[in-house]
């Protein structure tokens, strides 16, 4: 036999099994551009959004924001920034300080001080509620279409006919056409890349017949847990005014209690004024055929020169998603047999652009991300690894990178907080604003699973090139992490070990602080990032930390009853046991998100999956449930239970036209299902240390045809 004509065929057979890296190209754009998104109708839920990750814009049908109010309780037409954010006065003088409670869970003497909910007295319940409200996240503003009927009524949403609309995603490009009154209207919507800026163009003859304006109104914050973008009550409130204009531009001012922030617009030909308080209108010339307008958003009056209308924005627009898109990893699943091929695919192409818009700042996001607050807009930063993981595994560390600035900046209130509860090192603030100020909770105080994630991102930079400048730069945030850890640990002398808790909520919201102990997953989390803190010592040419050795060493084991691995060790009665089949089953992170701990029994763990996967309340789970379920799955080598965990009919696994993961009415929108989900699928694609196969994740029984390229491997 010729043995070159068998390589030959040794290697084709290889090129076209099932989850092979076949050795082509892939052609992203066409994989990009069959996932564009198309609206054909009304859908309160099929809003579409553009920016560039500091600053987002979401637009309805015509390409604007048009008719908010219909959108209100679908995925809301935000404009917001990183940089918005804005305070209510506080009249009553509250202080920080009276919403501090202290505890000593572990009767060792202790006054730590966390700053929780407090309903009594009522002083302290008010500071506690200004305090979680304030600072806020801003809407910036509503920038629409005023649209006429030709008898003169301004025209409702419904009176939109024979709507066509699509976002390309290959050039961040919403094209949007619509009939009124059987005149065509077509706008084109892009985001500028270096500034919070948008331009757009219309063409229609409704121009020459006077029958479209372009208005941009102020809301005021709602200073409730949404704030959807439509809230015109209490004029009185703020100050809103024109602070400049010439024959082509305009200055607006929009004063409120806490901040002054400014918008500039140019526009082609035409008058602009304001109409009514808060609201102000472009009147295009009537001689013209097509108009253009852009409008910039800044907290100070320097606006950037004039960079151009809408051809600059979307030049802009197009090179930096050209760049994107060509950059890092890419998976195209072109040719699979199995269904649910190309919709995971479409979830994986849509979850990219949604993120790059919405979390490619200097902070981590939050969990609705620049569309409409939830939290009063505020980032939790035990989600920050569901938003920024994958960015390093997709290889594109950048962006993740930048994320982390944050962490800088509220270091030092990370290391007063620790303080303040009498442990040495950097505690992590879990619900803040961009400058890590802490915010009341009876929850968020006591988690803890938060605390490792930085050592988790750090460390996947420095794997991506092992520079030792990564080590330099993030040095000194992880070790003041990871001498917090173990700090924390509490050392039981009857048992000869250390403990995580009591004062402990562990990521499965549903026990209480003053009753937990040893949560798994955050044992196992614990044990990794302690450990991974120790290498980093060891890179650094430093010496191990004796007490860091300790705590790994004595660390509690990871409780189990009836070969499965519980939630808690505290959960053991029938009552806490029921009660653990509910709310986010972290339980399975301890081999999901972390990597296999000397601690963890895979035996057990797959005991615990087909537990939890038989018998938890899947109705009551997070978009984030389904991947990290996922990801356990692969690494106990079941890839066909972890493309199922992908594919659970549960509502919050709902990924709609636009991606985003919908959760209820409450969350329309949920950020951290679309970076899961692109977690998920780099872990099952290239694997993690030690996984041998390649494309682990998914099954080798032909039904996947895979090409792939650029991806990272977990840890």
């Given at each position: 036999m010729d043995l070159r004509?068998?390589?030959?065929?040794?290697?084709?057979?290889?090129?076209?099994?099932?989850?092979?890296?076949?050795?082509?190209?892939?052609?992203?754009?066409?994989?990009?551009?069959?996932?564009?998104?198309?609206?054909?109708?009304?859908?309160?839920?099929?809003?579409?959004?553009v920016g560039n990750g500091a600053f987002a814009y979401t637009a309805d049908v015509?390409?604007?924001?048009?008719?908010?109010?219909?959108?209100?309780?679908?995925?809301?037409?935000?404009?917001?920034?990183?940089?918005?954010?804005?305070?209510f006065p506080n009249k009553e003088k509250y202080a920080f300080a009276e919403t501090l409670t202290a505890y000593d869970f572990n009767n060792e003497g202790r006054h730590a001080l966390y700053s929780v909910q407090q309903k009594e007295p009522a002083r302290n319940n008010g500071a506690s509620e200004y305090f979680r409200v304030n600072p806020h996240r801003l809407q910036l503003g509503n920038i629409g279409l005023e649209l006429y009927l030709k008898n003169g009524r301004r025209a409702a949403i419904q009176d939109l006919k024979q709507i066509r609309q699509q976002l390309d995603l290959w050039t961040g490009i919403i094209t949007s056409e619509f009939t009124v009154d059987g005149d065509v209207v077509k706008v084109f919507t892009a985001a500028f890349q270096r500034s919070d800026k948008i331009g757009v163009r219309i063409i229609s003859p409704l121009i020459r017949q006077k029958r479209v304006k372009v208005f941009i109104r102020y809301p005021y914050p709602t200073g409730t847990f949404l704030d959807d973008a439509v809230n015109y009550q209490d004029p009185q409130q703020?100050?809103?005014?024109?602070?400049?204009?010439?024959?082509?531009?305009?200055?607006?001012?929009?004063?409120?209690?806490?901040?002054?922030?400014?918008?500039?617009?140019?526009?082609?030909?035409?008058?602009?004024?304001?109409?009514?308080?808060?609201?102000?209108?472009?009147?295009?010339?009537?001689?013209?055929?097509?108009?253009?307008?852009?409008?910039?958003?800044?907290?100070?009056?320097?606006?950037?020169?004039?960079?151009?209308?809408?051809?600059?924005?979307?030049?802009?627009?197009?090179k930096?998603?050209?760049?994107?898109?060509?950059?890092?990893?890419?998976?195209?699943?072109?040719?699979?047999?199995?269904?649910?091929?190309?919709?995971?695919?479409?979830?994986?192409?849509l979850s990219q652009y949604l993120t790059k818009v919405q979390c490619g700042g200097s902070s981590p996001p939050q969990e609705t991300g620049l569309t409409f607050n939830s939290w009063y807009g505020k980032p939790h930063t035990e989600m920050h690894w569901w938003h920024g993981v994958h960015y390093a595994l997709w290889g594109r560390p950048a962006i993740l990178e930048k994320q982390l600035d944050y962490y800088f900046r509220s270091y030092e209130k990370a290391r007063l907080l620790a303080r303040r509860q009498g442990y040495k090192g950097a505690r992590w603030i879990k619900m803040s604003d961009n400058s890590g100020n802490e915010s009341p909770s009876s929850v968020a105080a006591f988690l803890i699973w938060e605390q490792p994630h930085l050592i988790y991102m750090a460390e996947l930079l420095y794997r991506n090139g092992k520079d030792k400048k990564v080590l330099d730069k993030y040095k000194e945030l992880v070790f003041a992490t990871a001498e917090f850890m173990a700090d924390f640990a509490f050392y039981d002398k009857e048992q000869d070990r250390y403990n995580l808790g009591k004062g402990v909520i562990p990521a499965q919201e549903v026990f209480k602080a003053a009753e937990t102990m040893n949560p798994t997953y955050e044992l196992a989390y614990w044990?990794?990032?302690?450990?991974?803190?120790?290498?980093?010592?060891?890179?650094?040419?430093?010496?191990?930390?004796?007490?860091?050795?300790?705590?790994?060493?004595?660390?509690?084991?990871l409780p189990v009853q009836g070969?499965?691995?519980?939630?808690?060790?505290?959960?053991?009665?029938?009552?806490?046991?029921?009660?653990?089949?509910?709310?986010h089953?972290?339980?399975?992170?301890?081999?999901?998100m972390v990597p296999g701990s000397p601690k963890l029994d895979p035996e057990i763990m797959k005991n615990t999956l087909d537990t939890v996967w038989a018998k938890w309340s899947w109705k009551d789970t997070w978009g984030w449930d389904f991947p990290m379920t996922a990801m356990t799955a692969a690494r106990l080598r079941l890839p066909g239970k972890a493309l199922d965990a992908l594919f659970m009919n549960i509502r919050t696994n709902t990924y709609l036209k636009n991606g985003h993961n919908y959760q209820d009415n409450r969350l329309r929108i949920y950020l951290p299902g679309n970076g899961g989900i692109l977690t998920a699928v780099a872990m099952m694609l290239e694997g993690w240390d030690g996984s041998g196969t390649d494309a682990p994740g998914f099954p080798h029984d032909g039904t996947w045809k895979i090409k792939k390229e650029g991806f990272k491997k977990m840890p």
């Open positions: 004509w068998l390589c030959g065929l040794l290697m084709m057979c290889s090129a076209f099994s099932s989850g092979a890296q076949q050795p082509v190209n892939i052609n992203r754009k066409a994989v990009v551009q069959r996932h564009n998104v198309e609206n054909t109708g009304l859908d309160s839920l099929g809003a579409l959004t015509t390409g604007m924001q048009s008719f908010p109010e219909y959108y209100r309780n679908g995925v809301s037409l935000g404009t917001q920034s990183e940089w918005g954010w804005n305070r703020h100050r809103s005014a024109i602070v400049s204009q010439t024959g082509r531009s305009a200055v607006l001012d929009h004063q409120l209690s806490g901040t002054t922030y400014f918008t500039c617009l140019n526009y082609s030909q035409g008058r602009f004024h304001e109409a009514a308080k808060h609201y102000f209108v472009y009147e295009p010339s009537p001689g013209l055929e097509q108009f253009d307008v852009t409008v910039a958003f800044a907290a100070n009056d320097h606006f950037l020169p004039d960079q151009g209308f809408y051809a600059a924005a979307a030049a802009e627009s197009t930096e998603w050209l760049r994107f898109w060509k950059s890092g990893a890419a998976v195209d699943f072109d040719g699979s047999t199995d269904p649910r091929a190309f919709e995971l695919e479409r979830r994986i192409v044990d990794w990032a302690l450990r991974t803190a120790q290498q980093w010592k060891e890179r650094l040419g430093e010496p191990r930390v004796s007490k860091w050795d300790d705590v790994i060493h004595k660390l509690a084991p070969n499965v691995y519980l939630a808690t060790e505290s959960a053991t009665d029938s009552y806490t046991f029921a009660k653990w089949m509910t709310d089953p972290s339980v399975l992170g301890a081999l999901g």
